[in-house]
């Protein structure tokens, strides 16, 4: 087993703590953007049965975190998920995922950047101000490079702040809700005939996906000051927290919908038009701003999880070495550099001649694969891994297999019935990514071992 004492040489500092690693996680996931954009999504298609579908969906991420935490326990370091896979699946196993990681990071992070700036010239726009998107972007996105360039330790608790802050808005809009609603509890999202009609399978598929990211705080296995006991901590309570949100949320947001008869399938913001109903505009207009601002956090805190990716993956020489250079004080600001310029160059090229929630749904879906084939390796490794450690049990084994499932669902569910374009092609071409990726990785590998064999 790895001590933390033991894993310090990746020359790193250690210096974010508990609440920092927690930070990483939340913003990775950007809770808020679910109240203000996947429950609309999933009402549309479950309607009085969208809090159930959250609440299955925390269970079944609840059961990935578990298979997460085996190796949490006992190993870290800035390859994060990559390096659990290995533990159990081999070096192969270890790289695909790596990649999987890195090329959803940077998909994300350029999704969130496009949500932000579009929340974000909305509010303008409405207050009299109108600018071109491509300004809102590389605003914001200068700043998350900021952001992301700075002291981890700070980012990180920034991050959590923000986030709390936007988590805070929506739970006042919920409250809102439940005091003109009274004590009466809407028996019709209690209904077991409205969610078997209303295409629970649909809409747990947009469930899931809203918790992707929860696995960021892994990425800073050499930066936490106790890794081996604040991330594992991080990986089941971010999915615990932001599920009991999410319940809450998609809850009392379609108790809104159905008293005020919300348009959803129509609305372009169909919290802002409950507000509105509420007679709290303001209140609206203040949950839009914490859309922007949770999305924001997200960029940041995908754009720094790339960065550590790149650097494990540089440090393993399977990435150019001078992605893994550390400056004077101990951060890898090449790979920032490079993930930032990324980042920041994929998303304006899109928003050019893309509506940047378009962008934001293209990319957040294509980001989303990375993910889910990272849970998807871990899972796989964590009964092999504990099996030849002695340490296997059934529990284990019936974890490993519903989280499995689970995921094995949301594949399903992404590619069939097809989607219409451009989502029918993104799983082909993450594919070729992954792919090309990892067989450059490995030519790497190979022209390095035979000069290792010349030079012999």
């Known amino acids: 087993m790895v001590r933390d004492s033991e894993a310090k040489d990746s020359g790193l500092r250690r210096e974010v703590g508990f609440f920092g690693v927690l930070g990483q996680s939340v913003a990775g996931v950007a809770p808020t953007t679910t109240p203000t954009i996947n429950v609309a999504l999933v009402f549309a298609v479950a309607g009085s049965g969208s809090w159930f579908a959250y609440l299955i969906a925390t269970c079944g991420m609840l059961l990935v975190a578990l298979n997460l935490r085996h190796f949490a326990r006992s190993f870290s370091g800035a390859g994060s998920l990559s390096d659990f896979a290995g533990h159990g699946l081999g070096p192969l196993a270890k790289l695909i995922t790596a990649w999987a990681l890195l090329i959803a990071y940077i998909a994300v992070s350029a999704a969130t950047l496009a949500g932000s700036a579009a929340y974000l010239s909305t509010l303008f726009v409405s207050a009299g101000l109108s600018l071109p998107i491509v300004f809102w972007v590389a605003v914001e996105g200068s700043v998350a490079v900021l952001f992301a360039f700075r002291d981890i330790r700070l980012s990180t608790l920034a991050m959590l702040a923000l986030e709390c802050f936007s988590i ?266 992954l792919g090309a990726g990892t067989l450059y990785s490995l030519a790497r590998r190979r022209g390095r071992d035979a000069a290792t064999s010349e030079a012999r």
Not at 179 to 195: C, E, I, K, M, Y
Not at 209 to 223: Q, V
Not at 231 to 253: K, N
């Open 168 to 433: 805070l808005l929506v739970i006042l809009l919920g409250l809102a809700i439940l005091h003109r609603q009274g004590l009466a509890v809407d028996l019709s999202q209690f209904d077991t005939g409205n969610l078997a009609s209303g295409g629970l399978g649909n809409a747990l598929l947009i469930a899931v996906l809203s918790f992707a990211g929860f696995e960021a705080a892994a990425t800073l296995g050499d930066e936490s000051r106790k890794p081996l006991r604040d991330i594992p901590r991080a990986l089941v309570l971010t999915p615990l927290l932001a599920g009991l949100f999410f319940v809450f949320a998609a809850y009392v947001i379609v108790l809104g919908f159905n008293r005020y008869n919300i348009a959803v399938a129509t609305s372009s913001a169909p919290l802002d038009d409950l507000a509105h109903a509420l007679n709290l505009p303001g209140l609206g207009t203040l949950v839009a701003l914490g859309t922007a601002v949770s999305l924001f956090t997200c960029v940041v805190a995908t754009m720094v999880a790339a960065s550590r990716i790149a650097y494990a993956l540089s440090h393993q020489g399977d990435l150019p070495e001078i992605i893994g250079r550390l400056d004077r004080r101990s951060r890898p600001t090449i790979g920032v550099g490079i993930s930032a310029l990324m980042v920041m160059g994929l998303t304006l090229a899109l928003a050019i001649f893309a509506k940047p929630l378009d962008i934001y749904d293209w990319l957040g879906t294509f980001g989303t694969y990375g993910c889910v084939i990272a849970y998807a390796m871990v899972c796989a490794a964590a009964p092999v891994y504990l099996h030849r450690n002695g340490l296997l049990r059934a529990s284990n084994a019936i974890i490993a297999a519903v989280a499995l499932s689970l995921l094995g669902f949301v594949v399903t569910g992404s590619v069939y019935p097809v989607p219409e374009a451009p989502l029918n092609i993104l799983p082909w071409l993450f594919a070729v990514l």
